[in-house]
């Protein structure tokens, strides 16, 4: 029997689109992409594909998304402008383990300029499969809205 995979809301800008593609490559197997660009290297502008995944997760109840620009603080500050996006930005797998299970982080960032493909891998496989802790952690997550 076939199951559905768990759909990844996905976008970089030009700094990002490599390991963005490698990401679709290597895990394609496990989950689908719903895709919001850049494709190519051509230069763009950040806050385009953060807006546009940030407001992606928001409507599907439940979803996950991965932004990736050069230092990941762009992609960051922009998808955390928007209530109820946590976007945390992610260089090692025990960071990305701890945005899950503290934060509840529904957006990993990954700073492509200052990470290697196979740290950006661990540290993305890390988030996916850790698991929200609840209890005091939903607590402070409650205070965060303003
Ligand atoms: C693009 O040159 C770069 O500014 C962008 O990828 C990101 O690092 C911004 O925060």
């Known amino acids: 029997m076939e199951y559905a995979k768990m759909k990844i809301y996905i976008g970089s800008d030009h700094a990002g689109v490599d390991l963005k593609s ?3 490559t290597r895990l394609q197997d496990r989950f689908e992409f719903d895709d919001a660009g850049t494709f190519t290297s051509d230069s763009v502008d950040y806050p385009d594909f953060a807006h546009k995944v ?3 997760v928001l409507s599907d109840s439940g979803s996950i998304g991965i932004l990736i620009c ?4 762009g992609m960051a500050i922009t998808a ?3 209530a109820g996006i946590r976007a945390a930005l992610c260089w090692s797998p025990e960071i990305s383990a701890l945005a899950k299970q503290h934060n509840n982080a529904n957006i990993i960032v ?3 300029r200052f990470i ?3 740290m950006a891998m661990d540290t993305l496989n890390a988030f996916l499969t850790a698991e929200f802790e609840g ?3 939903q607590r402070r ?3 965060i809205n303003i």
Request: charged content about 30%.
């Open 22 to 24: 490698q990401i679709k």
């Open 54 to 56: 940030a407001e992606n």
């Open 70 to 73: 050069g230092t990941g603080n």
């Open 80 to 82: 955390n402008k928007h």
């Open 110 to 112: 990954l700073p492509a």
């Open 116 to 118: 290697s493909t196979e």
């Open 135 to 137: 209890g005091r952690h």
């Open 141 to 143: 997550i409650d205070k």
